[in-house]
């Protein structure tokens, strides 16, 4: 694990940047998952800002996107998929036919989530994955327990999630996830993650011990050899 310790929330998104357009110019329609979520908001802007100076940046990208919420009401604006649209898929130019996404209001997780599964079989794997920390250690929506599961799937929220931050303000909250798995996360070629915002210390100083236990998922990242840490160290 590289740990990389930087100043600021601008620091820490600059770094990533510098990371992901390294991959993105050596391989550039590269699968890159895209995270929702505050952590990794900051280098979706340097990612949008470069494409501002240079058209040409990412057009052959192709993206798919980590994990949605479920059960929401219809309407809501607390989806995933609104972040990321707004944040990254519809600056950066992202075509459909360069966009897998899971739909937050489907009638059919289960179904749909074999689908997503069936899109990473096809198009994977994951070059970039990018993901963020949940404060009880969650990576995407899989949440601590006894098992972890490895492929796309429909998940249930730890009442640490559904107490954390603008969730809990919610009238109708999420009832379920969909997520990737932690398979699909270990198997992508590369990974960042985020640690950034209120409440991740304690998470982050426990991804430090270097052991592995399904009820601290985002422990799993030592068992894969190339994961960039980016702290912004005002959390710590
Ligand atoms: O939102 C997502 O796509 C992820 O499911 C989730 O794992 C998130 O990365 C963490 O909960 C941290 O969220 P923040 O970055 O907003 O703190």
Not at 7 to 22: C, H, I, Q, Y
Not at 46 to 72: H, M, T, Y
Not at 92 to 110: C, H, K, L, N, V
Not at 133 to 143: D, F, K, Q, R, Y
């Amino acid at each position: 694990m590289n740990i990389h310790y930087l100043p600021d929330f601008e620091t820490m998104s600059r770094k990533g940047f510098e990371l992901v357009k390294n991959e993105i110019d050596r391989k550039p329609n590269l699968l890159f998952c895209v995270a929702s979520g505050g952590s990794p908001s900051g280098l979706y802007s340097q990612l949008v800002a470069e494409k501002a100076k240079n058209p040409s940046f990412c057009n052959q990208l192709r993206v798919i996107k980590l994990d949605e919420w479920g059960g929401l009401e219809e309407g809501s604006t607390f989806t995933s998929e609104l972040d990321v649209q707004t944040k990254f898929v519809q600056p950066m130019g992202i075509s459909s036919d360069r966009y897998w996404t899971i739909d937050p209001f489907t009638a059919d997780p289960e179904g749909d989530c074999r689908q997503m599964e069936g899109v990473i079989q096809r198009e994977g794997p994951l070059d970039i994955c990018i993901l963020g920390i949940g404060v009880n250690g969650h990576i995407a929506l899989n949440e601590p327990g006894e098992v972890l599961k490895l492929e796309f799937h429909v998940c249930q929220l730890a009442e640490s999630t559904l107490n954390n931050g603008m969730i809990k303000s919610l009238k109708q909250p999420p009832t379920f996830g969909m997520t990737m798995g932690v398979g699909n996360i270990l198997q992508s070629k590369k990974i960042l993650i985020f640690i950034a915002g209120s409440g991740k210390k304690e998470a982050f100083e426990r991804l430090l011990k270097p052991e592995v236990n399904t009820q601290f998922p985002a422990s799993l990242l030592w068992l894969h050899p190339n994961v960039d840490v980016l702290v912004d160290e005002r959390v710590v």
